[in-house]
């Protein structure tokens, strides 16, 4: 059945409208926190794990209520599989997602859904198009351009990887950026870096490195 509390309902049916007017997450999660309107969250870990609390919209909760099946009516299992090519000697147990189609169990019209199974789907092809379209979340392969770390640069404030924008007369200056909490919560950048400089320093110390 439908969650009992009618603000949770209102709030998840807001979503699923606003991806059907704006087409990306990220609108959805910026016009949320523009609006301080908070997203229903289950946590499955800390003090009182399991029991629905409010928080700030982003990016991944906009995306889990999104690409959750059980909104649109249908019982999956089997929606991630161990995956022993990722796997390290003594690690956890890594997994990775699996498609629908290809999920153990499922069946659609188990219960009540917030949307119906065509717009499911429709909205799975969507976000897999612009994840696609504007590499978001990607590991960061290198790609075209001067910038010696391009994929490898990774923030020193916050740990997470860093992209690569170029500015400048002709876009000719690349500069390392920290986009995770813009793309996570719509707020401004980590921190961001002009890359001769450190790519400078990096190609020093690999060359006095292999002179040793």
């Known amino acids: 059945m439908f969650n ?64 959750n099946p059980a909104y649109a009516g ?11 090519v990722r796997q390290g ?3 956890h147990c890594a997994t990775s997602k699996v498609a629908i189609d290809d999920c153990e169990v499922c069946i659609k019209d188990a219960h009540p859904g917030y949307i ?3 717009e499911f789907m429709a909205n799975q092809r969507r976000l897999a198009d612009n994840t696609n379209r504007y590499e978001a979340g990607h590991r960061g392969a290198p790609r075209k351009g001067i910038a010696l770390l391009q994929g490898l640069a990774v923030c020193g404030q916050c740990g997470r990887r860093m992209t690569v924008r170029y500015s400048g007369p002709n876009n000719a200056c690349p500069v390392y950026c920290c986009l995770a909490d813009r793309n996570q919560t719509g ?26």
């Open 89 to 91: 000697p003594g690690s």
């Open 116 to 118: 119906n199974w065509e």
């Open 187 to 212: 707020s401004s950048l980590c921190q961001e870096v002009r890359a001769p400089a450190v790519d400078e320093l990096v190609a020093r110390m690999l060359l006095e490195g292999a002179g040793t």
């Open 74 to 84: 249908a019982y999956v299992y089997g929606r991630r599989r161990i995956n022993a």
């Open 4 to 67: 009992p509390d009618e603000e949770v309902q209102a709030r998840l049916r807001l979503i699923f409208d606003k991806f059907r007017e704006l087409q990306t997450a990220r609108r959805v999660m910026r016009y949320l926190r523009t609006h301080d309107l908070r997203v229903p969250v289950r946590p499955l870990r800390g003090p009182a794990p399991h029991e629905l609390v409010w928080r700030d919209a982003t990016i991944a909760h906009v995306h889990h209520i999104l690409h």
